[in-house]
């Protein structure tokens, strides 16, 4: 399953920013991002892409004074 949440800092997103990531939920209400899958040449340059445009979407929302 895939949850936007919150960046610690997994898979290279900076922390803060909220990103979908891979979440494996403890059947009791928590969850945690699944680390550990291997990221090839293709997927890193996906998640570098979405990254860039979720910070320029925050940084001009933040310059609208919206957040």
Known sequence: VSVAVTS???YGV???LTF???IVADGKGGWKVKEGFEINEFAA???KVT???LIGERD????LGLI
């Open 51 to 53: 990254t860039d445009e």
């Open 45 to 47: 340059d996906k998640i």
């Open 8 to 10: 610690n800092g997994e």
């Open 20 to 22: 979908g990531f891979p």
């Open 60 to 63: 001009e929302v933040q310059a």
């Open 14 to 16: 900076p922390a803060g």
